[in-house]
T-cell receptor, first 114, second 110 residues
Framework: EAGVVQSPRYKIIEKKQPVAFWCNPISGHNTLYWYLQNLGQGPELLIRYENEEAVDDSQLPKDRFSAERLKGVDSTLKIQPAELGDSAVYLC????????????FGEGSRLTVL | GQSLEQPSEVTAVEGAIVQINCTYQTSGFYGLSWYQQHDGGAPTFLSYNALDGLEETGRFSSFLSRSDSYGYLLLQELQMKDSASYFCAVGYTGGFKTIFGAGTRLFVKA
């Protein structure tokens, strides 16, 4: 069974440029999460989807961040424009359902903003 | 608000036993999870406790005391490959959220 797939693994951009990250969750997983992880810190939730509906986006900086989950499967996280402080690892995770004890994470997309 | 505390670093010798503690403050708690993350890698699930007591999975065990808002991860027969960061994560109602601690960096020495 394939795990959570993310791309790109690494991205280097100039500040004020846009960037997008893509995530393909495990087949059959209804719940999809985007987390941000700074160096030496734990993952912090940005947004959670139940199928195609964003049910928790309270921590998503909506002035520059946006996300979508088309047809309740793949998801894209976009930043426009990127700022220096956005440099971090963006992790996608999925689970069978909300409240599941186990989240399955992708390898992450490491963003460096210069 | 919701919060978790775990030690920032732990060092142990190969073959030894190490315990990583996690205390939490949250309303609507429903479970405590543990994840392992090697540098540059994805967090991977280790264990989950919804009820009080000890859960054992091979060399790893996890314990939960809901009354004390406390849990720990126990790693036995430490190996060099166990050097990694370990995160406790709490699930709570009010949106079925999962929040992570800052992580404990485990160094295993020969």
């Amino acid at each position: 069974e394939a795990g959570v797939v993310q791309s790109p693994r690494y991205k280097i951009i100039e500040k004020k440029q846009p960037v997008a990250f893509w995530c393909n969750p495990i087949s059959g997983h209804n719940t999809l999460y985007w987390y941000l992880q700074n160096l030496g810190q734990g993952p912090e939730l940005l947004i959670r989807y139940e199928n195609e509906e964003a049910v928790d986006d309270s921590q998503l900086p909506k002035d520059r961040f946006s996300a979508e989950r088309l047809k309740g499967v793949d998801s894209t996280l976009k930043i426009q424009p990127a700022e220096l402080g956005d440099s971090a690892v963006y992790l996608c995770a999925s689970s069978l359902a909300a409240g599941a004890g186990e989240l399955f994470f992708g390898e992450g997309s490491r963003l460096t903003v210069l | 608000g919701q919060s978790l505390e775990q030690p920032s670093e732990v060092t142990a010798v190969e073959g030894a036993i190490v315990q990583i503690n996690c205390t939490y403050q949250t309303s609507g708690f429903y479970g405590l999870s543990w994840y392992q993350q090697h540098d540059g890698g994805a967090p991977t699930f280790l264990s989950y406790n919804a009820l009080d007591g000890l859960e054992e999975t091979g060399r790893f065990s996890s314990f939960l005391s809901r009354s004390d808002s406390y849990g720990y991860l126990l790693l036995q027969e430490l190996q060099m490959k166990d050097s990694a960061s370990y995160f406790c994560a709490v699930g709570y109602t009010g949106g079925f959220k999962t929040i992570f601690g800052a992580g404990t960096r485990l160094f295993v020495k020969a």
